[in-house]
């Protein structure tokens, strides 16, 4: 049967070749699928790297396309009179209709091979994801098999080609108009949600996203059979036309209607099954990631997860429901009995509403919904609970979705990245249950604790209490930690060969002061066989206090405990939206460090354009590098302020001197790259008349750095995921190779090639003059390094000083007045583990810049954000969340491009599908003329 199935689906697919029958319709869909492609969806102002203008009609266009490439396959046999011929030839109506089938499914799949020059053009201008291409591919051939199906059934029902034409238009039509939001912004979503699942639009759009969904796929499969059946049956009664009914023919018609009837009823057994499915998205975007399942597996208590969704809420909402429900669903797989997954709408349970309001804090957002004939107000709930023990997390729809503005009124809704916010939350209730109780319980290898102590007779007189005050502390946590806490006491004084290695690790013994140099030994060490902890000595000597420091140590081993981020920034900084963000996996603490000291909790220390520290100020943050700690250092040798202009003034850090003797240099000057971002500015429009209209247009602003591809260090992961960068207003920044030989250098971001610096404070650009750029081009260009990491060994700035004791002189034989903060002794040098982070843009995080960056680009832009939330995961060694948002859907953007290339590429995708249809009329002209000369030599033999 198959050969008779592939001689009809060639001699179909021949056919409309002899005709200007595929010419006309692979032309109207090429130019049509273009026009939409780079008009009608505005792929350049769009200004992201992805297909999704090629598919965002394809659902609509195949409908009036494939109606028109069916409507004669069966009408135009029966008025020809030729279909008693097929209908009596020696072929099953099988091998007849599937050979139809087959003939103009191959046409489709010819006219979308034409359309590949366009995700190969996006390919080249910006980072794409192939796995939604494919997956627009495969759901479009689906969809048209699914159409050319339905198309050749109507045509079996008439003779008339314009009826079939209309007919097919309107069915495919309704079953697209079912999951559209028109219709199904009329009902609730439960039943909008079952409205979509009978949609062909809706199905469409959900397998684009780049995931093969089984039963997205067999949706389209079951259409398919269901409209082939009806063909065959229709057929089948013709060939019966005029002879009395026989039980064959009953029988005939029953088996076709089981067999349609089960082809739809396994849609129903399959829905419940959506854990069958394939990402094709790079990095399993709308797959559970391997760090999820890590938190669910730390799970002890019941988790609770749930769900409160509205059936009636706002339309841009409704669609996102149905994703989010698929996600939790797979929470619940992943966390077997211990994660329950519930999902309640408020409204129809006061009971539930009374709970979400009083235990959560969870009440209805009044959305405002507009149509074409009124305005109303919806009260909805678009909220996520996580719940663990006593501590639980809320999720609303601020924290789920992302709004981009795609014209003057029209918004696009998705998904942010769902996995991320709620595994964080997840972690959040876990790090909370955790905090209350035993800090030791988490830890995934035993603790030695090395306390390095002189012996009592060498030890000062007036500290005799505060080495009480450690032995009472280190046995309250030896009891607490059980076999999970060792503890050594070493006295270097009587092992010379400790002494040389702590001393050649920056470890010193103390004094007590300058009158009574007798020194003595008293630091202390955690470690648990990978990583090593310095653990300060606290200010006060108390019992309390050695316990908080060493319980804050301990917690830094824990991969369960929230890690603190100590933050120093001016008063008049803006950092609203950075302190949100890190308060997503950290905690956030403010600092001015006055006191020369970083306090013991702190995990890492966060510098945001400090303005002329002083040298207790350089002293404390020189102290927590040579303590083992990461510092990121967020700075430029200009202040940008955003007002009715951009102005730059110089600014001193108060840290110049400190970074060059680790021979680091920020500045001079601020770089500008033209491979830039885009300045949002006011431009005046003529109208005619003498009038004028001000709109805004995005210009290029080269004080925008666009890093991207080899701009962003491949080494790190924390940079690497994110795929491209805007940093506004960044100083040049320079690393010492003499000086760094025994250091690990990493470059974490550069400009491209074609940058240049200026030391200019006027910072706003004059296009009238300038018009490519707004400035005066420079003339000497290089590629300049924008971020740097230094890791390893530091030998400390304050070498052999304390500026805390600075103007201090004890009288001899005087306890110290504030404790152990004037006996501590700098440390001289870091551990391997110290790293330094200095990135040359204090605007990179600043509130007025992120608003600005957003505004250029239409989106809530937060790769700045995402930059300092990856690079504070994996300096803390939390990889798991960094895994999670690295693999979220961020924005994919082109490459910068004046508008002449950007015409280029266009008219070039034109031309290939010009040249593609000429290869292809070459193609057929060159087989006619064959058969013709195989037609010609037949006539001559005979």
Request: glycine fraction near 8%.
């Amino acid at each position: 049967m198959w050969r008779d199935v592939l001689t009809v689906a060639r001699r179909e697919l021949a056919g409309f070749f002899t005709s200007p029958v595929a010419f006309l319709f692979v032309g109207a869909f090429l130019a049509i699928t273009l026009f939409a492609f780079f008009w009608g969806e505005k792929f350049f102002a769009r200004n992201v790297a992805d297909v999704r203008p090629l598919f965002q009609w394809m659902p609509l266009l195949l409908i009036f396309l494939v109606s028109a490439l069916t409507m004669r396959a069966w009408a135009e046999e029966r008025r020809a009179g030729t279909l008693e011929l097929l209908l009596t030839a020696p072929v099953s109506l099988t091998a007849l209709v599937l050979g139809k089938f087959l003939g103009a499914l191959a046409l489709v799949a010819i006219a979308l091979v034409l359309t590949l020059p366009l995700p190969l053009t996006v390919a080249a201008l910006g980072p794409l994801d192939w796995g939604p291409v494919v997956g627009g591919y495969v759901a479009a051939l689906a969809l048209a098999a699914a159409y050319i199906a339905l198309g050749l059934w109507v045509s079996s029902r008439t003779d008339n080609q314009i009826v079939s034409l209309i007919l097919t238009a309107l069915i495919a039509g309704g079953i697209y108009l079912l999951g559209a939001p028109a219709l199904t912004d009329l009902f609730g979503h439960r039943v909008g949600e079952w409205l979509r699942l009978l949609g062909t639009g809706s199905r469409f759009n959900a397998i684009t996203r780049g995931v093969l969904d089984l039963r997205d796929l067999y949706y389209y499969l079951s259409l398919t059979a269901l409209f082939l059946i009806l063909n065959q049956w229709s057929l089948a009664r013709l060939r019966w036309a005029g002879n009395p009914p026989t039980a064959e023919h009953r029988r005939y018609t029953l088996t076709a209607a089981l067999l349609a009837l089960n082809a739809l009823a396994a849609n129903f057994w399959l829905h419940p099954l959506h854990i069958i499915r394939l990402d094709l998205t790079a990095g399993g975007q709308y797959t559970l990631s391997e760090a999820t399942r890590t938190y669910l597996r730390q799970v002890q208590e019941p988790l609770l997860i749930r769900g409160y969704f509205s059936a009636n809420t706002h339309p841009l909402l409704a669609p996102l429901v149905p994703q989010l429900r698929d996600l939790l669903q797979e929470y619940a797989v992943a966390g077997g009995e211990r994660v329950r997954v519930e999902f309640i709408d408020p409204h129809q349970d006061p009971q539930q509403e009374e709970e979400a309001a009083g235990r959560y804090g969870i009440r209805p957002v009044p959305f405002q919904v507009a149509s074409k004939y009124q305005a109303s107000v919806v009260n909805s709930y678009f909220d996520i609970v996580v719940a663990y023990g006593d501590e639980y997390q809320t999720l609303g729809f601020r924290d789920l979705i992302e709004v981009k503005a795609r014209a003057e009124g029209d918004f696009e809704v998705t998904l942010r990245n769902p996995e991320y916010e709620i595994t964080r939350a997840i972690r959040k209730v876990l790090t909370g249950f955790q905090g209350g109780g035993n800090p030791f319980a988490a830890l995934a290898r035993p603790l030695t604790l090395t306390v390095y102590l002189s012996a009592p007779q060498r030890f000062p007189t007036q500290l005799q209490a505060v080495r009480q005050a450690l032995q009472e502390a280190i046995e309250e946590l030896r009891k607490q930690a059980g076999d999970r806490l060792q503890v050594q006491f070493l006295d270097p004084d009587t092992d010379a060969a400790l002494a040389k290695r702590l001393t050649d690790e920056g470890l010193r013994p103390l004094v007590t002061s300058l009158f009574d140099p007798k020194p003595f030994w008293f630091h202390l060490a955690l470690s648990d066989g990978r990583q090593n902890e310095r653990v300060p000595l606290p200010a006060k000597p108390e019992k309390e206090e050695f316990r908080r420091n060493l319980e804050a140590a301990v917690k830094r081993f824990s991969p369960g405990y929230l890690k603190t981020v100590a933050v120093h920034a001016p008063p008049t900084a803006q950092l609203g939206l950075l302190r949100d963000a890190l308060e997503e996996s950290a905690r956030w603490m403010d600092v001015d460090l006055r006191d020369g000291e970083v306090p013991a909790a702190a995990d890492l220390l966060l510098l945001v354009s400090p303005e002329g520290l002083d040298r207790r100020q350089r002293f404390a943050v020189d102290q927590f590098l040579m303590r083992g700690g990461t510092v990121i250092l967020a700075a430029a040798p200009m202040d940008v302020q955003l007002s009715h202009t951009i102005a730059a003034r110089p600014v001193q850090t108060g840290l110049e001197d400190w970074l060059a003797h680790y021979g680091v240099k920020i500045g001079p000057g601020l770089v500008l790259d033209p491979r830039s971002g885009a300045l949002p500015i006011p431009v005046e429009r003529p109208l005619g008349g003498g009038l004028t209209v001000r709109e805004i247009q995005l210009a290029p602003y080269p004080y925008i750095v666009d890093v991207r591809g080899d701009g962003l260090s491949r080494d790190l992961p924390a940079v690497a995921a994110l795929g491209q960068l805007s940093v506004p207003w960044v100083a040049p920044v320079a690393v010492d190779a003499e000086k760094n030989k025994a250091r690990r250098v990493t470059v974490l971001l550069q400009s491209s090639p074609d940058a240049w610096i200026s030391d200019r404070t006027e910072l706003l650009p004059n296009y009238r003059q300038y018009r490519e750029l707004g400035f005066v081009p420079g003339a000497s260009r290089a590629r300049q390094t924008l971020a740097v990491m230094l890791e390893g060994r530091f030998e400390s700035a304050f070498k052999g000083e304390d500026p805390r004791r600075d103007g201090e002189a004890p009288a001899q034989g005087q306890p110290p007045a504030g404790g152990l903060a004037d006996v501590a002794r700098a440390i001289d040098s870091s551990p391997e583990s110290a790293r330094l982070i200095v990135i040359g843009s204090g605007s990179l995080f600043a509130d007025p810049a992120l608003r600005l960056l957003s505004q250029a680009l239409g989106t809530n832009y937060r790769k700045p954000l995402e930059f300092a939330l990856n690079l504070v995961d994996w300096s803390l060694e939390d990889p798991g969340l960094l895994a999670i948002r690295s693999r979220g859907r961020y924005v994919r953007l082109l490459e910068p491009m004046p508008p002449a290339r950007q015409a280029l590429w266009e008219y070039a995708n034109y031309g290939f599908a010009a040249a593609g249809l000429a290869l292809i009329w070459l193609f057929v002209r060159q087989r006619r003329a064959a058969a013709a000369r195989r037609h010609q030599l037949m006539l001559q033999g005979a």
